[in-house]
């Protein structure tokens, strides 16, 4: 099947809902409306009001809703319209999904999906664009993914659904139509923790997530015009995160570039970079450097272009790796 991301993440939800009856979906305008970027099309005529809930323009009353239906064995995939909207929630993500398993002592958990678009690059307003997934990354109890294709997209939201622990979904609106690609219909998952090889090299480790996957492939394959041979990597979540798979990699190369659409103080770039650190010290030939966006509010829609990173930085820094 020929899908972009929209498609690929419709079929996975409508196929996690005939799959499992306690599967349900809740969010603003997600019923009728089929959503805001209409991902939900067509899952509340097919499915009844009951399991697709149109719900009031309140976050932290989703998420609370949600955490309660899956801590008494609904599977519920909550959606908030845009990723800067998660912050009214944020009290019931941190304070109590990612708590409950421990809090509980085992006897209850959450095993709950929350959806949002984030990340830049379609002239968004404000509260619109921001990549905040290092946010969640730094609380413990909570799983955050990041899709960079529909193939990908469709693998891992099913896994999402499935597992036992609440998920950050978090989806590039940048990449939602604007790329199709083959997707198998059948229902498949693809395991969280696990990072993606996009493409093998030798020289540099590239390492990207969500929409700076792509960024990541066309910097390297401006790279290996010049003759360079770098190897993309795609970690699909950020926690858990694939520390095997990077280590790997890097040991490999023995330099390393860390691309990501979000502000560069405290990202999870830096978290990697730390990780590389301890890891790969011995086997690191030059030091681990960041491609990110600026340390300031994401930009007015004129300045946004400036602001994202872009395959221009990400040779300049491959580059500068391989020249110390």
């Known amino acids: 099947m020929l899908a972009t991301m929209v498609d690929a993440l419709n079929q996975a939800l409508a196929q996690a809902m005939d799959a499992n009856p306690r599967v349900v979906i809740l969010g603003e305008d997600v019923g009728r409306n089929g959503g805001v970027f209409r991902v939900t099309a067509g899952l509340h005529a097919r499915f009844g009001p009951e399991r697709v809930i149109d719900t009031p323009l309140a976050e932290s009353a989703i998420v609370g809703t949600a955490i309660g239906m899956a801590a008494y064995g609904l599977r519920p995939v909550a959606e908030i319209q845009f990723a800067g909207f998660l912050f009214p929630a944020f009290d019931q993500i941190a304070g ?53 294709s529909p193939a990908e997209a469709k693998g891992l939201l099913l896994a999402s659904i499935d597992d036992p622990d609440p998920v950050i979904f978090l989806e590039p609106m940048t990449l939602y139509r604007t790329v199709r690609e083959d997707v198998p219909e059948e229902p498949y998952e693809l395991p969280l923790g696990t990072l993606r090889v996009v493409r093998p090299g030798r020289d540099v480790t590239v390492v990207a997530w969500g929409a700076m996957v792509a960024v990541a492939a066309r910097a390297a394959e401006s790279a290996a015009e010049r003759g360079l041979d770098p190897e993309v990597l795609d970690l699909r979540s950020l926690c858990p995160l694939d520390v095997a798979g990077l280590v790997a990699s890097v040991q490999k190369t023995t330099r390393a570039v860390i691309v990501q659409e979000a502000p560069k103080a405290g990202g999870v770039g830096a978290e990697i970079a730390a990780l590389l650190a301890e890891r790969c010290l011995y086997f690191l030939s030059a030091p681990v450097l960041r491609v990110a966006a600026f340390d300031v509010p994401y930009p007015v829609v004129s300045l946004e272009k400036a602001y994202l990173p872009d395959p221009e930085r990400v040779v300049t820094a491959m580059t500068r790796v391989l020249e110390a």
């Open 96 to 148: 109590q999904a990612a708590r409950l398993r421990s809090r509980s002592a085992g006897r209850f958990a959450a095993p709950l999906v929350i959806r949002a678009p984030y990340g830049g690059g379609v002239r968004a307003p404000e509260l619109h664009s921001d990549s905040i997934e290092a946010l969640f990354t730094h609380i413990p109890g909570l799983k955050v993914v990041i899709p960079s």
